[in-house]
């Protein structure tokens, strides 16, 4: 399943922004668990999976105040799946 454009910016900016606390060896080791008791809930059907992906509809559209957010930031990943520019000033 695709992630929706707004679920996917605010993954790479979070990556971007806290991507060097997960070099640390306690946390590598809790990532791997829990990657592990995930793929052991999709192999079981677990219905908390499909809650999970059906939450990811709420995230079809990020806020104005995060695209700022993003823009500033210029992280290439985040800001490549932002929506093109609207101009809304348009003369009539």
Same mark, same amino acid.
């Not at 060896?25 to 052991?40: I, Y």
């Not at 990020?62 to 957010?69: F, G, V």
């Given at each position: 399943?695709?992630? *929706?454009? !707004?679920? @996917? +910016?605010?993954? !790479?900016?979070?990556?971007? #922004?806290? &991507?060097?606390?997960?070099?640390?060896? @306690?946390?590598?080791?809790? /990532?791997?668990?829990?990657?592990?008791?995930?793929?052991?809930?999709?192999? @079981?059907?677990?219905?908390?999976?499909?809650?999970?992906?059906?939450?990811?509809?709420?995230?079809?559209? @990020? *806020? #104005?105040? $995060? &695209?700022? &957010?993003?823009? /500033?930031?210029? $992280?290439? +990943?985040?800001?490549?799946? /932002?929506?093109?520019? #609207?101009?809304? &000033?348009? *003369?009539?």
């Amino acid at each position: 399943m695709k992630q *929706p454009p !707004a679920l @996917a +910016e605010l993954t !790479a900016l979070y990556v971007e #922004r806290t &991507h060097s606390m997960w070099r640390e060896t @306690a946390v590598t080791f809790w /990532l791997e668990a829990t990657v592990k008791e995930v793929l052991r809930r999709v192999d @079981a059907k677990d219905p908390l999976v499909d809650d999970c992906q059906n939450k990811q509809q709420r995230y079809k559209c @990020a *806020p #104005r105040n $995060i &695209h700022r &957010h993003v823009l /500033l930031s210029e $992280i290439k +990943e985040a800001t490549s799946s /932002l929506p093109p520019v #609207r101009n809304d &000033h348009q *003369p009539h």
